[in-house]
């Protein structure tokens, strides 16, 4: 059997979406800025497309800038709004971001940008107070993520949203992971900037967007340079079918979202009920209760996440670690390490992030042969319970 437990990382395309797609690539394929009807027609595509995505998130269809994914959004806000090369500034995230955040931060360092990183409690969650007591008078930025790709913890998006906007300062959140999960409204939550992508909702790769309300949309400095698409802010021709395939996307994803969230919550809870019923010393990584419900992060004592993906990989399974093999050294996830747990809990952890097109006889097949590739390891390892946590 082969099973897909990593969509937390990349979404199969609905077909739906693929068939949308398909006669911008070679019927309907002129460009949106030509002004003959051709390109009148892909222009209208593009419309259509800002439309849904208002809709989904509750903006409006002007604030909606296409992008080449999550990345470029996140890239597009940090160096946007950022007064590089004027002087100084400061910007306010966490340490548990997404590289896509941390290195434009990092990037930003080195040119003069003050960033202050907010520390997370064991759950992964940051305290607003904390964002509060980290403003500045030339804080320029604020950006939190809003769903924790690797542990799933939803952060308090609104309290730290009404902090900035009663400080006038613009608040970002990555909602890479969230948007077409659960519940987002870019009105209700006092959210000035947002960044999405479409392959982690069943939509095309090479594809995202960065929502910007016309307030903030105006001070964004553009990260290319070189045309006059979506008003100014990103020059390069359109990928019409891949904004076609997010509009699609988008839509679909809210439309069946409950539906969708019940089935794939009801999976991730019978998948973490039988791994906590068959394997001892085994524990949550994350929040309980306030998690993204496609994602269980489990550590699994005494072995090692990369060797549990590689041994589960064999029998057909795709999971991920947040560990990354770099230089030959195995490092634990960033994440897991800020939220305080030791290096040998975190290098244990496992991310199972489920999707729509998940079974019942899928799950039952990983709690199947699980126990055994956790047994075979730990008989494998020369750590002892006490070498383990000393």
Request: hydrophobic content about 35%; charged content about 25%.
């Amino acid at each position: 059997m082969r099973v897909y437990f990593d969509n937390n990382a990349t979404t199969p395309l609905d077909r739906d979406v693929l068939e949308e797609m398909l006669p911008f690539f070679c019927e309907k394929f002129a460009n949106p800025m030509s002004i003959h009807n051709f390109g009148n027609e892909a222009e209208e595509a593009l419309s259509m497309a800002r439309e849904r995505v208002a809709e989904a998130l509750e903006c409006e269809p002007d604030d909606t800038i296409f992008t080449s994914g999550g990345s470029e959004a996140n890239n597009m806000v940090l160096k946007g709004i950022s007064p590089i090369p004027d002087g100084k500034g400061h910007i306010i995230t966490s340490v548990i971001e997404h590289p896509a955040i941390l290195e434009p931060c990092r990037y930003l360092q080195k040119h003069g940008i003050d960033i202050t990183y907010i520390k997370v409690d064991k759950y992964g969650l940051v305290d607003p107070d904390d964002v509060r007591r980290a403003i500045r008078k030339d804080t320029c930025l604020i950006t939190i993520m809003h769903g924790n790709n690797e542990v799933g913890t939803i952060e308090p998006i609104e309290e730290v949203a009404r902090i900035a906007n009663e400080k006038e300062i613009p608040f970002h959140t990555d909602a890479v992971q969230s948007v077409g999960k659960i519940p987002l409204s870019v009105a209700e939550m006092g959210i000035d900037l947002l960044s999405l992508s479409a392959h982690k909702f069943n939509g095309p790769k090479g594809v995202g967007a960065l929502i910007a309300r016309k307030e903030v949309r105006r001070k964004l400095t553009p990260l290319l340079h070189g045309g006059e698409q979506e008003s100014g802010k990103r020059a390069s021709t359109h990928n019409v079918p891949g904004i076609v395939g997010l509009g699609k996307a988008i839509e679909m994803a809210v439309k069946n979202r409950e539906g969708n969230t019940e089935k794939v919550k009801r999976l991730r809870d019978m998948l973490h009920r039988g791994i906590i019923e068959s394997i001892p010393d085994v524990e949550l990584v994350g929040h309980q209760e306030k998690r993204l419900p496609t994602t269980l992060n489990i550590a699994f004592h005494y072995v090692e996440g990369e060797s549990v993906q590689l041994m589960l990989n064999n029998k057909g399974v795709a999971v991920s670690t947040g560990s990354a093999c770099a230089s030959g050294k195995l490092e634990p996830s960033h994440v897991l390490i800020e939220m305080g747990y030791p290096h040998e809990v975190a290098q244990g952890a496992v991310r199972f992030s489920l999707g729509m097109g998940n079974t019942e006889e899928e799950v039952r097949y990983v709690l199947e042969i699980l126990p055994e590739i956790i047994e075979k390891l730990r008989r494998m390892s020369p750590l002892t319970p006490q070498d383990y946590f000393k």
